[in-house]
């Protein structure tokens, strides 16, 4: 049973541009919570998604948009990279109704 | 702002001793979940402890819960070089969905 994946696992970026960075939850799961975790901090929350649809949404602003696909993985999407969103990115993976969150590796963005 | 806050920020052990961290929050909770990250990687989930329990085992793990005082304790028994890591409490709220983290407890276990 493949836990949840996320690509890629590195990725640098310059301030200005956008970036994508994907999701894959687990085998049964159909929820997906997306973090960011910037060094020496604990992850904050950015956002929810569930049926394709947002659920909830942290103090993030609109620059970070995300997605929820028919087959549950999920996509988050940053514009106009500030030096500040170079940050650890972590998908976690949730069957609707229960309380455990698994987590992905992660994606390290580095903004330039 | 972050909902737990985990004692000591930094401990270090002896291979074979017991860690004791805790976990502090501020508000009402649902479930008080423990996590341990390996060098800046993904986040490994150790245990979750509901808010109508008071403890719970898992292998050298222990959690205790404390609603009164808004508190956790983790406690890792014979810990092990692997242990080495980073844990972090997690908190939820009744009809909230996302998870609110502490700054985490940075473990060294010496050999």
């Known amino acids: 049973d493949a836990g949840v994946t996320q690509s890629p696992t590195h990725l640098i970026k310059t301030r200005g541009q956008q970036v994508t960075l994907r999701c894959s939850p687990k085998?049964?799961?159909?929820?997906v919570s997306w973090y960011q975790q910037a060094l020496g901090q604990g992850p904050q929350f950015i956002f929810q998604?569930?049926?394709?649809?947002?659920?909830q949404r942290g103090n993030f602003p609109d620059r970070f948009s995300g997605h929820q696909f028919p087959n549950y993985s999920s996509e988050l999407n940053v514009n106009a990279l500030l030096l500040g969103d170079s940050a650890l990115y972590l998908c976690?993976?949730?069957?609707?109704?229960?309380?455990?969150?698994?987590f992905g590796p992660g994606t390290r963005l580095t903004v330039t | 702002s972050q909902q737990g806050e985990e004692d000591p920020q930094a401990l270090s052990i002896q291979e074979g001793e017991n860690a004791t961290m805790n976990c502090s929050y501020k508000?009402?909770?649902?479930?008080l979940q423990w996590y341990r990250q390996n060098s800046g990687r993904g986040l490994v989930h150790l245990i979750l402890?509901?808010?109508?329990?008071r403890e719970k085992h898992s292998g050298r793990l222990r959690v205790t819960l404390d609603t009164s005082k808004k508190s956790s304790s983790l406690l890792i028994t014979a810990s092990r070089a692997a242990d080495t890591a980073s844990y972090f409490c997690a908190t939820d709220k009744e009809d909230d969905y996302k998870l609110s983290f502490g700054a985490g407890t940075t473990v060294t276990v010496r050999a």
């Open positions: 976690a993976s949730i069957i609707s109704g229960r309380d455990e969150q698994y």
């Open positions: 508000t009402s909770i649902n479930n």
């Open positions: 085998s049964g799961h159909d929820t």
């Open positions: 998604y569930y049926e394709e649809e947002e659920r």
């Open positions: 402890i509901r808010s109508n329990e």
